[in-house]
């Protein structure tokens, strides 16, 4: 049940970000074997020059095309969280962005870090 944030440049059209949510949640089916109907996916337009990522020494050249994930997740290993990070890598033609304009940070918690709703921890009461 990943909780994504996608932050990204203003300028794309709804397609174009319903295409990027898409393909998100289609990385995260495969590699985090996340229910079909686990969509919570939260996009937040920022003003050109607002978002500030360097490339951390990595020497990659940044674009106002850039897209940063942040991933709330329970449960998975390094694994699946390395075939994660390449699968969507791999997708970048998908989402219109070059492959090092992507950025992703991975945040796990747990059952008890959960409401859906109505003031109850679904997970631990059994509803989930």
Do not use: C
Request: zero cysteines; a neutral charge; charged letters at 25%.
């Amino acid at each position: 049940m990943p909780l994504v944030r996608i932050d990204v440049t203003e300028g794309r059209s709804e397609k174009e970000l319903t295409q990027l949510a898409y393909v998100i949640q289609e990385v995260l089916i495969e590699t985090f074997a996340a229910p079909e109907l686990d969509r919570y996916h939260i996009i937040h337009e920022h003003k050109k020059g607002l978002i500030k990522a360097l490339d951390t020494g990595l020497g990659y050249k940044r674009t106002d095309k850039i897209v940063i994930l942040q991933i709330t997740h329970q449960g998975r290993n390094r694994a699946q969280n390395e075939k994660m990070y390449s699968l969507m890598s791999q997708k970048h033609e998908k989402i219109g962005i070059p492959a090092t304009d992507l950025i992703i940070s991975l945040t796990e918690n747990t059952k008890e870090d959960w409401s859906f709703g109505l003031g109850k921890a679904q997970f631990l009461t059994g509803e989930l």
